[in-house]
């Protein structure tokens, strides 16, 4: 079984990179399979790559029930607080 989060794109790198921010977690991913990503846009991460965008009402829904099943430490999407 894999598993695939929505993450909130901070900032666009070189070498087709970005920076994501999850429940406070920052890290460095692959952006290279989805085009046209942005800051402020969510896309459902996996293995250090990201896969689709997904849009922000979703992904809000999508955390928020990943934080009631307690796989995340707060309720809040990010940028939500």
């Given at each position: ?14 070498d ?17 399979l989805?085009?046209?990503?942005a ?27 990943l ?15």
């Amino acid at each position: 079984m894999c598993l695939a989060i929505p993450a909130l794109v901070t900032e666009l790198l070189p070498d087709q990179m970005a920076k994501i921010s999850l429940d406070g977690v920052k890290k460095t991913i692959s952006v290279a399979l989805v085009d046209d990503v942005a800051p402020g846009d969510y896309v459902i991460v996996h293995v250090g790559h990201a896969l689709a965008r997904i849009d922000a009402e979703e992904a809000e829904k999508t955390l928020a029930l990943l934080a009631e099943a307690g796989a995340l430490a707060t309720l809040e999407p990010e940028g939500r607080a």
